[in-house]
């Protein structure tokens, strides 16, 4: 074996280096990985680049018993087994053509095994699949197209005698030369392929952060000032070139490269965004005319745009810029659309939120106007009989009515005090006891440091309410109404009892549930429901209302609020 020959080949070898490493930060190549943006030009691309390659191989020859030694072949093989069949042949065919013009004895043996190993490299690509193609599979398809190219060369040329001396000299130089020059090859390409896939996991990581740090920041909404934070977050977890936020028609937020002429409050101009807001899907390009900004200079090369939709609704999009090389792969693509999606999610909240808000108030309202119209007539029909025979007690009444109502009726606020609360509780007593006499007895048993504990407003005056209408008014001689609180670990817990009439067990599990179960001869009763789904709302699933009542001895409603150090859940 001619050592000089493996040393001048290995020489050519370390061209092969530098040709994996560029090959590496091509775009073509890039996309080639991944199959979802690959397209049909890049393969043309590829073929035409594998197929300089193997022809410039042939011009690397060394030139050995009047015909040449070279790595030709190894370009076609990468191609191959990187591209498939089509990269395969059409860089083995390039390859044999530029070999033509070398001429000698073994030209036609030469060109039509070029040929012939781009096919068969190109079948293994498509029994293991590209990302399976490992070192080994590598080093033992580049060995076998050494096997075959000897074999044609040795079977196919004129004369053979001279074939076969040109082989015995540079068989082992050449095969141990050109796989090694593929094996190398793709050695570089899998340290690429691993460095992407770290990329990869530090992007999931990326978008992790992101989720976790743009948790919130919409829940005022989406508006130029909550749109910057977001993409101010997302431009520095990601690394982007470039993060912008759109509503409809105009930029709501930018930062990074290209900020000097897409600029925040400036009308909608890229041809990207307006596809997406046409069409309501990602798009995703790594080709800046197809971003169609109309700034010639503009130093962005690839976007992945997502709509932000919220219950079929579009609000806006969300883009995420490279430049230069750089491209978006698909689990960027993916990660985007799940960081558009959260965002999505916590505009949908917000709308929930404000929708629950608003049937709350209305729930609310209605509360209000279910202040029973008997009550209203009975008091003024108590009011006018006693406006004869006692007008002291009939002024008194009048005014107690009208600081119920107002109490009542004219508050918009949701969270009052204990104290507050108990106010509008004993104006309606005044009234009630104006008619049922001495048949209703109250009993406040509240410590002081209670009664600036926050609660609901018109929550204790329901139960009061019903107390007496359900529990005392069926019985002759009338009950007592206890209202209590007192403090425990557990919370803040407000009592209201009476030894009325009691409830049906059938219908207790009801009452909370369905508003019909409690229903009096004068009307329906007013909403324990309401009041408890307004304590849940306002302080947590914790609070609420619970009944325990015995048929016959009377019942209770115990209030559970949180300690007055609670923030309540808005």
């Known amino acids: ?324 090389k750089d491209i978006v792969t698909p689990y960027e693509a993916e990660l985007v659309q799940g960081i558009a999606d959260f965002l999505s999610l916590q505009l949908l909240q917000l709308k929930l939120d404000e929708q629950n808000f608003l049937r709350d108030q209305a729930e609310y309202q209605a509360l209000k106007a279910q202040i029973n119209p008997h009550f209203l007539y009975n008091t003024l029909g108590t009011i006018r009989a006693l406006v004869l025979k006692k007008p002291d007690t009939a002024r008194v009444l009048i005014k107690n009515l009208s600081d119920f109502m107002r109490q009542t009726l004219d508050r918009t606020q949701e969270i009052t005090t204990v104290a507050d609360d108990l106010a509008i509780v004993r104006n309606y007593l005044h009234i009630e006891k104006a008619r049922f006499g001495e048949r209703i007895t109250v009993i406040e048993d509240i410590p002081k440091e209670l009664l600036d504990e926050p609660i609901p407003v018109f929550s204790i005056q329901p139960l009061v309410e019903n107390a007496i209408r359900h529990g005392l008014s069926p019985l002759k001689e009338g009950g007592t109404i206890r209202i209590s609180a007192w403090n425990s670990p557990n919370g803040c817990f407000v009592e209201v009892s009476d030894n009325g009439t009691g409830i049906a067990a059938s219908k207790q599990s009801r009452l909370l549930v369905d508003e019909s179960a409690y229903v009096s001869k004068t009307g329906q009763g007013i909403g324990l429901n309401n009041v408890n789904k307004r304590l849940k709302r306002l302080f947590g699933e914790e609070s609420g209302l619970r009944i325990i009542s015995k048929w016959g001895e009377g019942t209770q409603v115990l209030i559970r609020l949180p300690h007055s150090s609670s923030t309540p859940v808005r």
């Open 1 to 324: 074996m001619d050592l000089s020959l493996v040393i001048k080949t290995l020489q050519n070898v370390s061209v092969v280096l530098v040709i994996a490493f560029v090959t590496t930060q091509l775009p073509a190549f890039r996309r080639l990985f991944i199959s979802s943006m690959s397209h049909k030009k890049d393969k043309i691309f590829l073929a035409l680049f594998f197929g300089l390659f193997s022809a410039l191989g042939n011009f690397m020859s060394i030139s050995v018993m009047n015909s040449l030694a070279n790595t030709r072949i190894i370009g076609v093989v990468v191609g191959g087994l990187l591209g498939g069949p089509f990269v395969g042949i059409f860089a083995g065919v390039i390859g044999a053509f530029a070999r033509y013009f070398l001429g000698g004895y073994t030209m036609w043996a030469a060109m039509s095994a070029n040929v012939v190993i781009g096919c068969f490299a190109g079948l293994i690509n498509r029994y293991y699949g590209q990302k399976r193609i490992n070192i080994k599979v590598a080093f033992l398809t580049a060995f076998a197209s050494e096997v075959i190219l000897k074999v044609m060369v040795i079977t196919l040329s004129k004369p053979f005698e001279a074939a076969w001396e040109l082989e015995k000299t540079i068989a082992i130089p050449t095969t141990i030369a050109n796989t090694l020059g593929v094996v190398l090859f793709f050695y570089v390409v899998r340290e690429f392929l691993n460095r992407q896939e770290m990329v990869q996991a530090e992007s999931a990581q990326s978008a992790m952060r992101v989720i976790r740090l743009t948790n919130g920041l919409l829940r005022h909404g989406l508006n130029e000032q909550t749109a910057q934070h977001v993409a101010e977050t997302i431009y520095t977890q990601t690394g982007a070139a470039a993060v912008a936020i759109t509503d409809l028609v105009k930029m709501l937020a930018y930062v990074g490269k290209g900020d000097d002429h897409h600029i925040v409050g400036t009308p909608l101009c890229l041809a990207s965004t307006k596809y997406v807001l046409e069409q309501q899907k990602m798009f995703i390009t790594n080709n800046r005319e197809a971003i169609g900004c109309p700034d010639k200079d503009c130093p962005l090369t690839a976007v992945v745009d997502v709509p932000l939709i919220v219950e079929g609704k579009l609000l806006g999009s969300i883009k995420i810029f490279k430049s230069g």
